[in-house]
């Protein structure tokens, strides 16, 4: 799709809070439960694994270090983004703001733990602002909100995520945005699709981003460790092994700490913000 690389996977969060957090990705955003353990619950729409909750005893606030700004769930059509708005609005669920990006429509929000969320669709590539140097230029207006929920069907019972919704894209929150994004254009070989002084948008391909950066959460965060609440890792998935590859020499040849185990491997930028790579052949 879009010529990419790669397409996003799971997000994994470390919550204090699991049972509830459960709960709320089930009936807040309707996805439903995949595989539940002890300590860990998959949550997706259809088959697709799209949340993995990881029970954590740590103690911190989510706004306190580098991690996830928000995590990014692209639904199918325009009719999808209309009854999940409907579903939001009609049962009051608390929302962060809803704007039209000029190559999508979003709303946003946010999980019991304070984890930004962004739910949206595409608008068709046609009609995207596309530089020749293929540049995307993304605007921040408001959505046509009462057309969307015009186009929604009411959940009779009870909201579900439509199969087909996907992981769109991952917003992270770095110290430094311009090196974040030279260090994942390094790695990751994403392009930058567009850039200020304090945010950069990357895709694989010719997609609007796949990743992106910001450093509006400050210079003073802490650094993210193994457990802290929040993100734990987000996942990118390769289909072709020559692509895989490629980026695994990558990381070698930035000296990353590669951790590899049969056809995954993970690594640790600055910020200590993980990346889960995996080879998934169709």
Same mark, same amino acid.
């Given at each position: 799709?879009?010529?990419?690389?790669?397409?996003?996977?799971?997000?994994?969060?470390?919550?204090?809070?699991?049972?509830?957090?459960?709960?709320?990705?089930?009936?807040?955003?309707?996805?439903?439960?995949?595989?539940?353990?002890?300590?860990?619950?998959?949550?997706?729409?259809?088959?697709?694994?799209? #949340?993995?909750?990881?029970?954590?005893?740590?103690?911190?606030?989510?706004?306190?270090?580098? =991690?996830?700004?928000?995590?990014?769930?692209?639904?199918?059509?325009?009719?999808?983004? =209309?009854? #999940? +708005?409907?579903?939001?609005?009609?049962?009051? #669920?608390?929302?962060?703001?809803?704007?039209?990006?000029?190559?999508?429509?979003? #709303?946003? +929000?946010?999980?019991?733990?304070?984890?930004?969320?962004?739910?949206?669709?595409?608008?068709?590539?046609?009609?995207?602002?596309?530089?020749?140097? =293929?540049?995307?230029? =993304?605007?921040?207006?408001?959505?046509?909100?009462?057309?969307?929920?015009?186009?929604?069907?009411?959940?009779?019972?009870?909201?579900?995520?439509?199969?087909?919704?996907?992981?769109?894209?991952?917003?992270?929150?770095?110290?430094?945005?311009?090196?974040?994004?030279?260090?994942?254009?390094?790695?990751?070989?994403?392009?930058?699709?567009?850039?200020?002084?304090?945010?950069?948008? +990357?895709?694989?391909?010719?997609?609007?981003?796949?990743?992106?950066?910001?450093?509006?959460?400050?210079?003073?965060?802490?650094?993210?460790?193994?457990?802290?609440?929040?993100?734990?890792?987000?996942?990118?998935?390769?289909?072709?092994?020559?692509?895989?590859?490629?980026?695994?020499?990558?990381?070698?040849?930035?000296? +990353?700490?590669?951790?590899?185990?049969?056809?995954?491997?993970?690594?640790?930028?600055?910020?200590?913000?993980?990346?889960?790579?995996?080879?998934?052949?169709?």
């Amino acid at each position: 799709m879009y010529n990419s690389q790669f397409e996003l996977g799971a997000v994994a969060l470390n919550v204090r809070n699991l049972e509830l957090q459960s709960l709320f990705y089930q009936q807040i955003l309707g996805l439903k439960v995949l595989t539940e353990r002890a300590q860990q619950v998959e949550l997706g729409a259809g088959d697709r694994v799209l #949340i993995r909750l990881l029970k954590t005893e740590q103690e911190g606030e989510i706004a306190d270090s580098y =991690g996830l700004y928000h995590l990014a769930i692209v639904l199918p059509s325009r009719e999808d983004l =209309g009854t #999940i +708005l409907r579903h939001f609005i009609d049962n009051r #669920i608390p929302l962060q703001g809803a704007s039209d990006h000029g190559y999508s429509e979003a #709303i946003y +929000l946010a999980d019991t733990e304070g984890n930004g969320i962004e739910i949206y669709r595409d608008l068709p590539q046609t009609d995207w602002d596309i530089r020749e140097d =293929g540049r995307i230029i =993304g605007v921040t207006e408001p959505m046509d909100a009462d057309t969307i929920y015009s186009l929604g069907q009411v959940s009779k019972n009870g909201y579900q995520m439509p199969t087909g919704s996907r992981m769109g894209h991952v917003h992270l929150s770095v110290k430094e945005s311009e090196a974040s994004s030279r260090f994942y254009q390094e790695v990751l070989a994403v392009e930058d699709k567009f850039s200020m002084p304090s945010a950069s948008w +990357l895709a694989s391909g010719s997609y609007h981003h796949h990743l992106a950066v910001n450093e509006w959460g400050g210079k003073n965060l802490n650094l993210r460790t193994d457990g802290l609440p929040g993100l734990a890792y987000y996942t990118v998935v390769y289909s072709q092994p020559e692509h895989y590859q490629a980026t695994i020499a990558r990381a070698q040849a930035a000296n +990353l700490n590669l951790e590899q185990v049969a056809n995954t491997a993970t690594f640790v930028d600055v910020d200590g913000i993980r990346t889960l790579l995996i080879l998934d052949e169709v």
